[in-house]
């Protein structure tokens, strides 16, 4: 036990509650693991669709001169560097801690999901800059069976893919990879504007639709990646949990029943990755040893990190009349 009442654990702990916590400790590591290949195979997939499909979609706008083919060509190619930045991010997210890196490196996976978002506005000002060139300078579009057919084939592939990515991210909690789940998706949404216009220029032979339908399309990129670059920023600046994760806690304290345990507070908690950070301070009714105190802040641990997917908690063990000024002028103080 240190000096300061933490209770972290010590790995060499011989009582049941440290045995405990230890067993609990490995089969996160298990589930961890597991979690690493399931994320490493699907951002594989990624990778080998979207290769596939920028060597289509780069035929299919050679032979058709459709600016928005190519478009989409250009945006399969920032999802292929998405998904290799993916990759390579849930790799490194899965490394143990290290002396430089205590607490692992689990936002790496966020820090990759903000540089994705950034490349997909990357390539919305590419599109928007040579769809504009088109609209002002027109040129012929041709062999549109090819491109309708390629982008047709694109639009299936990337739900598929898309879908499988996103059930994997909500199954992992990878913020990586629902950022290339979300490249994918949008790339779906584009591929079906951009069939859409292929269809209508072949029908009413208006080329300008060509490049008005890419225009649209790097509208809908720019919505996407602003989305994505906010929602990993917020981690990176250690953003609070959601109200309901921050209720768990608090439920698994009130549940936990038993009488020596008085009230919390200065709770804190945190993301990075799919990794969770949970802090707080407990109170201890008065007479309690130390040694009671000790095996009910471990077994609040097991609590807490049973409701938030095995959460790192770090628990500060109080006597129940001491409330630190700061946090109860900050509404910090919770009883139970």
């Given at each position: 036990m240190?000096p300061g009442?933490?209770?972290?654990?010590?790995p060499?702990?011989?009582?049941p509650?440290?045995?405990?916590r230890?067993?609990g400790s490995?089969?996160?590591?298990v589930?961890g693991s597991?979690h690493?290949r399931?994320?490493?195979?699907a951002?594989?997939?990624?990778?080998?669709?979207?290769?596939?499909?920028?060597?289509?979609?780069?035929v299919?706008?050679?032979?058709t001169?459709s600016?928005?083919?190519?478009?989409?060509?250009?945006?399969s190619s920032i999802?292929?560097i998405?998904?290799?930045?993916?990759?390579?991010s849930v790799?490194?997210a899965g490394?143990?801690?290290?002396?430089?890196h205590?607490?692992?490196?689990?936002?790496?996976?966020?820090?990759?999901?903000?540089?994705?978002?950034?490349?997909?506005?990357?390539?919305?000002?590419?599109?928007?800059?040579?769809s504009?060139?088109?609209?002002l300078?027109?040129?012929?579009?041709?062999l549109l069976g090819?491109?309708?057919?390629?982008i047709a084939f694109?639009?299936v592939?990337?739900?598929v893919?898309s879908?499988?990515?996103?059930?994997?991210?909500?199954?992992t909690e990878?913020p990586?990879?629902?950022?290339?789940?979300?490249h994918?998706?949008?790339?779906a949404?584009t591929?079906g504007?951009v069939?859409a216009?292929?269809?209508?220029?072949?029908?009413?032979?208006?080329e300008q639709?060509?490049p008005?339908v890419?225009?649209?399309?790097?509208?809908a990129?720019?919505?996407?990646?602003?989305?994505?670059?906010?929602?990993?920023?917020r981690?990176l600046v250690?953003?609070a949990l959601p109200?309901?994760?921050?209720a768990?806690?608090?439920n698994?304290?009130?549940a936990?029943?038993?009488?020596?345990v008085?009230?919390?507070?200065?709770l804190?908690?945190?993301?990075a990755g799919?990794?969770r950070?949970v802090?707080?301070?407990v109170?201890?009714r008065?007479?309690?040893s130390?040694?009671?105190?000790?095996?009910?802040a471990?077994?609040?641990?097991?609590?807490?990190?049973?409701?938030l997917r095995?959460a790192?908690?770090?628990?500060?063990l109080?006597?129940e009349d001491?409330?630190?000024s700061?946090d109860?002028?900050?509404?910090?103080?919770?009883g139970r």
């Amino acid at each position: 036990m240190s000096p300061g009442g933490l209770v972290p654990g010590h790995p060499g702990a011989a009582d049941p509650a440290d045995r405990g916590r230890a067993a609990g400790s490995a089969g996160a590591a298990v589930l961890g693991s597991a979690h690493r290949r399931t994320k490493t195979r699907a951002a594989g997939l990624s990778i080998a669709s979207n290769a596939t499909l920028i060597a289509l979609k780069l035929v299919a706008g050679v032979l058709t001169g459709s600016i928005a083919v190519i478009t989409e060509a250009v945006h399969s190619s920032i999802d292929l560097i998405a998904s290799i930045v993916a990759y390579v991010s849930v790799r490194k997210a899965g490394e143990p801690a290290d002396r430089e890196h205590p607490y692992g490196h689990a936002k790496v996976e966020n820090l990759a999901a903000a540089f994705e978002g950034v490349l997909i506005l990357v390539g919305a000002a590419v599109i928007v800059i040579e769809s504009i060139r088109r609209l002002l300078e027109p040129s012929e579009v041709g062999l549109l069976g090819v491109g309708i057919g390629v982008i047709a084939f694109s639009v299936v592939a990337n739900v598929v893919v898309s879908t499988l990515l996103r059930r994997k991210a909500r199954e992992t909690e990878s913020p990586a990879l629902e950022g290339d789940a979300a490249h994918l998706r949008t790339d779906a949404l584009t591929s079906g504007g951009v069939l859409a216009g292929l269809v209508l220029v072949e029908l009413t032979g208006f080329e300008q639709i060509d490049p008005g339908v890419a225009l649209v399309v790097a509208g809908a990129i720019v919505a996407s990646g602003v989305r994505l670059v906010t929602r990993s920023s917020r981690v990176l600046v250690d953003e609070a949990l959601p109200p309901d994760e921050l209720a768990a806690v608090q439920n698994a304290i009130a549940a936990h029943g038993s009488p020596e345990v008085v009230g919390f507070h200065a709770l804190r908690a945190r993301r990075a990755g799919s990794d969770r950070y949970v802090d707080l301070h407990v109170q201890f009714r008065r007479g309690t040893s130390l040694e009671r105190a000790h095996d009910l802040a471990h077994e609040l641990t097991h609590e807490i990190r049973t409701r938030l997917r095995g959460a790192d908690v770090l628990i500060h063990l109080e006597p129940e009349d001491v409330v630190r000024s700061s946090d109860a002028e900050h509404g910090e103080a919770r009883g139970r």
